[in-house]
């Protein structure tokens, strides 16, 4: 049975497409197509444009669209109106009763995949589905790669900020990007990440790693400190009398449970523990902190060189953090960069006005310096892992570009 658009409960799973058409004749077709294809009941809908519009706002939306432009009087309008209640990623086909090249343009201009006259045949209906771009994967929701949500942060040298940037990264990613993230300091002994925002270190990550099998979501609710809303820092100071015991593949499997209980997981990572690139393949994204030195270059590369190779497939962002500091000492850009055989990807001001008085008093960069050029550049990192909708994932489907438009 074709089930009304407006007189049905919302939709709780997201079907593959959802069709919403004004005839007969055409549900039918796609009620047969339907059942050849394995579509779930509710994805062929009888309405107009109206009628999508008013059920896609209270469910989440498909991939797909077919939508029925019969009895519009503005199309173009109204397809605007549409795109308010629609995902930027989903690809709609039209249909209508009007033969009209204008019309054809204008539809495809906007990024509608296809306008088909009626009456089609369900041959030609399965067709322009068929023919219809996947939407681009995310980070976000279902089906996407865990590894996206994994950042490392690594200095190329000592000192160079690389706890700095994974807090602040950290930091923007929950209370910029409102992502429930979590802030892992992986130098048990020495790291400051709680320092830097004023927090005790929790206690049971030393514990979990010599028994992995404690590892659950129980433990990282307790073995993590609350730093605001959305920011959860897993650190310690443990004795330096005591060498930890390791158990192999705790790091993984600690770094696995984290990226099922947070959105975004960074991790403040010593070079050290890049060695057997475990982390860094497990990583989405890799940060490289770096300087303008002759040693910070060498470093750059070799690292580098080593990620591509153990860990290919892992995005490598290369920071020069502190730029300045070293005045004359520091090598221009141009030459570092045909050292390092690789563009850097952001340069971040030395500012020690910022810094101080972040560390001073345990807030984060942007709690304490919103407008200054070093802000602006973590945000622009922050925005660089963890891109906006529009941004990363328009592709020129019909609401991503409407979308885009009212955004500009
Ligand atoms: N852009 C900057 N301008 C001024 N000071 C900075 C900047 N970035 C970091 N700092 C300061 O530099 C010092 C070292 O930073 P941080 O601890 O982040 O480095 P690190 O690479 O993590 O060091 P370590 O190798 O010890 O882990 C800190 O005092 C920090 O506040
Ligand atoms: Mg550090």
Known sequence: MIMPATKTAPVADVPPLLACVTDDVTAQGLHRLAGERGWPDGAVRCGDLADAAALLA???TPPLLLIDLTGTADPLADLGALAEVCDPDTRVIALGTVNDVNLYRDLREMGVEDYLVKPVAPEALAAALDRAPEPPRTADGDGTEETARLTAVVGARGGVGATTVAVNLAWLLANAHHRRTALVDLDLYFGTTALALDLEPGRGFREALET???IDGLFIERATVRAGERLFVLDA???MDRAIRLVPDAVDLLLEKMCQSFERVVIDLPRDALAGGDV???AGDVILVGDLSLAGMRDMLRLREYLSKVAPDTRQHLVINRVGLLGRGEM????????IEARVDLMLPFDAATFMDSANKGKAAPEVARKSKAVAGLADLA???DPPA???R???SLFGRLLGRKAA
């Open 394 to 396: 328009t592709g020129g």
């Open 58 to 60: 209270r469910m989440r």
């Open 237 to 239: 100071e443990e004795d």
């Open 212 to 214: 992995p099998g404690r």
């Open 383 to 385: 925005r660089r892992i």
């Open 390 to 392: 529009g941004a990363a």
């Open 280 to 282: 860094a393949k497990s």
């Open 332 to 339: 221009p850009r141009g030459a570092f960069e045909k050292g």
